[in-house]
């Protein structure tokens, strides 16, 4: 990875050195990781590695791990199919890996060596932070006046229906998030389960921000805390949408707003999101609120039934 701008130029957000070597040495130790190493005339030439799980194996960020070269692809093949060929013989119906850059070009050959082999890609997404000490004010231009509830006020199954409406409710919303949200009312309320069992990240009833008029649930930010990386607290909007109805009204500012001047009192430093980049309106209210782009990623996921 020394070869790939955010390894080599972290952001906050990104990987400290230090801490990836030791959890990748205290994940040799682990029955359900593997680890291949491809070997010329002695040398190590390249590596692999990947987490079975019970439906589902995962590469590790930007494997093969191969030092680009004329023999890249060929070594980068060779240990993709020999992984190929031990989930297959173990059962495993699916292979999933994701590539983190900040341009194209310093993956191009991994990107390249995934479709040759029926790897399906899912849409690109834009990584954006923020420093949360820049001077923040809750917005004045919401043009709806709403209250803000939190995860205890309201039900599972009323927020589930709120957030699958607004990410699929029309054409436009549907061409944004097709592939990168749970395409059904079952799917968005297991999510939201998940989050709520902090599995995905340290996510607090209060950092759920519900925007209420009258008796409609309008919109909604789910927060949450990703602790320190690089030794800096790190704060998430792990999920924004607001309604078709009450759209350009200020709703997804204003809660915007809240969770950051939130995250400051709490002495965070940094606060992250994600989101498809074809999610032209939602990069626009990003950047408006101080957020910058900082890497893209891409999904990407193999059947092999």
């Not at 479709?115 to 004010?137: A, C, M, N, Y």
């Not at 054409?171 to 599995?199: C, F, Q, W, Y």
Request: some cysteine; overall charge negative.
């Amino acid at each position: 990875m020394q070869h790939l701008s955010w390894y080599e130029n972290p952001n906050p957000i990104d990987y400290d050195t230090n801490e990836e070597l030791e959890e990748l040495a205290e994940s040799f130790s682990l029955p359900h990781h593997v680890f291949l190493i491809a070997k010329s005339n002695g040398e190590t030439v390249g590596c692999i590695t990947f987490e079975i799980r019970e439906k589902s194996a995962r590469l590790g960020v930007t494997m093969p791990g191969v030092p680009p070269n004329e023999n890249a692809f060929m070594i980068g093949n060779r240990l993709l199919k020999e992984s190929i060929s031990i989930l297959k013989s173990k059962s495993i119906p699916v292979l999933h890996c994701t590539f983190k850059y900040r341009t194209k070009e310093e993956i191009q050959w991994h990107l390249d060596l995934v479709k040759s082999l029926g790897f399906v890609p899912q849409p690109e997404g834009t990584q954006l932070i923020r420093p949360i000490d820049e001077s923040t004010t809750i917005t004045n231009d919401s043009i709806a006046q709403f209250e803000i509830l939190h995860r205890e006020d309201v039900s599972p199954q009323s927020l589930a229906e709120l957030t699958y409406h607004s990410f699929l409710g029309t054409p436009e919303d549907r061409s944004i998030h097709k592939d990168t949200v749970p395409m059904t009312l079952d799917g968005t309320l297991e999510l939201h389960k998940r989050i709520a069992s902090n599995s995905m990240f340290f996510s607090p009833a209060n950092y759920w921000y519900i925007a209420k008029i009258g008796d409609e649930l309008v919109g909604v930010l789910i927060g949450g805390d990703l602790g320190k990386r690089n030794g800096y607290r790190i704060g998430i909007i792990g999920e924004l949408c607001v309604s078709p109805s009450f759209r350009r009204c200020g709703i997804a500012s204003k809660l915007i707003s809240k969770f950051i001047l939130d995250l400051k009192k709490a002495n965070f430093d940094f606060i992250f999101v994600g989101t498809p980049s074809r999610n032209i309106h939602a990069l626009r209210l990003y950047e408006k609120h101080g957020f910058t782009p900082t890497n893209y990623v891409t999904h990407f996921s193999l059947s092999l039934e």
